[in-house]
């Protein structure tokens, strides 16, 4: 039986995987009917995606301590491969210039998914042992690499701010933390001058007011449906921006349809959906006295904690546009998949130390 912190684990999640759901469907209407002459398609497939999802976070969170501690050194290198067959042209599947996802039959497949779970298992044992900076340093490092020769640095940045936090929650020393924030924005200053991919983004991200029909339009539009929905939005399945007009409308750009429609009030609400994950996560991996499992939460709700800020902020233009999921609401089947068998695992963890 569920004690308090996973039954407020488990509304929460029921709550945002409906309203991605409802949203999924919302912002895909006219992609969907345009692509597949179905405007369910995309909302179809979000909820087989996120039934499957719900049986493994059922699964998950059934499983003891010393499973996870088995199956995270398969997982972590499992990912590490797939990372690295991506980018093998006819393994990894390029689409929009992103090596990103390998095809499994009628299967798209993202690895970056995958690694985050393996990070979370594979650290928590490592940091739980020792806190050997040069040897994690190494191991993000060519974890980071991977996935930014992809590229993804939205990905990448979720990794980094995951194997980050498990090392400060494992104890590791203030001289050592330093070391890695400084060599951390040094290595993304270097990414950002060494791709002028990502010095466009940057520039327009800096200088959003020029060409608005090129490198703009879509931090434009974006704009566009944040300020159409005002304070209470323009009502559910009003959204005039869902049109074709937001590129990814149903993916990495959900929430400017979301705040179209509900408004600044209804957003707010479900950023506070996010932000008590992220508390009821804390809250368990204080309670369990299991060093293991305890950076399994920690790891788990930073996880879910900066990919929403990502994501967001990227969103409101407080950092420049990065592909990220909005986890439980995005369209996507790796990351809603990924992202419930981690919350079944914080359950199990909420079960078993309170």
């Not at 368990?284 to 904690?305: N, Q």
């Amino acid at each position: 039986m569920f004690r308090r912190s996973n039954r407020v684990l488990f509304l929460i999640v029921i709550t945002l995987l409906a309203l991605g759901v409802l949203f999924v469907f919302d912002a895909s209407v006219a992609e969907a009917f345009s692509q597949f002459n179905d405007k369910f398609y995309f909302a179809r497939q979000q909820i087989l995606w996120a039934g499957l999802g719900l049986v493994i976070m059922g699964i998950t969170s059934l499983l003891p301590s010393k499973v996870w501690k088995y199956i995270g050194w398969i997982a972590f290198f499992v990912a590490l491969a797939s990372l690295i067959a991506v980018l093998i042209p006819g393994i990894g599947s390029k689409i929009q210039g992103a090596r990103r996802w390998i095809l499994l039959g009628p299967i798209r497949y993202q690895p970056s998914e995958l690694m985050k779970m393996g990070i979370v298992l594979y650290f928590s044992s490592w940091l739980s042992k020792h806190q050997k900076p040069l040897p994690f340093m190494f191991v993000m490092a060519v974890i980071f690499g991977l996935v930014m020769g992809q590229p993804d640095l939205g990905s990448a940045l979720v990794l980094g701010a995951i194997g980050f936090s498990m090392y400060v929650a494992a104890g590791g020393q203030w001289k050592h933390i330093l070391g890695i924030i400084g060599a951390g924005i040094i290595g993304i200053l270097l990414l950002i001058v060494v791709s002028p991919y990502r010095m466009e983004r940057l520039r327009t991200f800096l200088q959003s007011e020029e060409d608005p029909l090129g490198a703009s339009y879509h931090i434009r539009q974006i704009t566009i449906a944040l300020g159409s929905g005002g304070w209470f939005g323009q009502g559910i399945g009003q959204s005039r921006q869902k049109y074709r007009y937001i590129p990814e409308a149903s993916t990495d750009s959900i929430f400017a349809i979301t705040a179209e429609e509900i408004g600044f009030l209804g957003s707010s609400l479900m950023v506070l959906l996010f932000l008590s994950f992220v508390l009821v996560g804390i809250n368990i991996a204080e309670k369990t006295s299991d060093t293991y499992m305890r950076l399994v939460a920690v790891g788990i709700a930073t996880w879910i904690g900066s990919q929403t800020v990502i994501n967001l902020g990227s969103i409101v233009s407080l950092i420049p546009l990065t592909g990220v999921p909005l986890p439980f609401v995005s369209y996507g089947g790796s990351s809603l998949l990924s992202i419930l068998a981690a919350s079944g695992i914080l359950m199990g963890i909420g079960r078993r130390s309170s």
